[in-house]
């Protein structure tokens, strides 16, 4: 697997483009999980937990996840990748340029996600890469999630 120093701009650029990766393992999301998230979230609306009433009112005929349970699944979306950033003291989760909840989550479906680099500048504090990740019900041509995330790599403490 190709290795590229988080500080070599010039190098991680030659990775950005206009195609996603291929896709991750799926992760089943289970009605249990959905109704943990609204245990933890205080989230508690019928659409997600009550599958009765979401099975006789709403238009997906079951519930449907959370949006940020679809989120946070992310990093269980395991992928082998095809090069990685390597240097790095310890990277953190600099924010979001976009985030879209484009369509539902059905409980008891798969999803899995792919990935594209689209953008690498220097920052006082690092380097800053942004990705745009999509997440997909298996099967599905239309994306459940687009979210373009802000990685910021940070050198080694001394």
Known sequence: MEEIRFDDIAALKTKITDTHGGWSEPV?????????????TGDHQWIHVDVERATRE??????????????SLLP????????????????????ANKLRFAS???AGSKVHSRSRLVG???????TQVTQEIVVHV????????????I????????
């Open 28 to 40: 089943e999301v289970t009605q249990d999980m959905i109704n943990r998230f609204a245990d933890l």
């Open 58 to 71: 709403s238009p997906f005929k079951r519930p449907i996840a959370h949006g940020f349970l679809t989120l």
């Open 76 to 95: 269980a979306m395991k992928r082998e990748p095809e090069w990685k950033i390597t240097g790095f003291g310890n990277a953190t989760n600099y924010g």
């Open 104 to 106: 539902p989550v059905p």
């Open 120 to 126: 690498v500048e220097p920052h006082p504090k690092g």
């Open 138 to 149: 298996v099967g599905s041509d239309r994306p459940a999630l687009i979210y373009e995330m």
């Open 151 to 158: 990685v910021l790599y940070h050198p080694a403490m001394k």
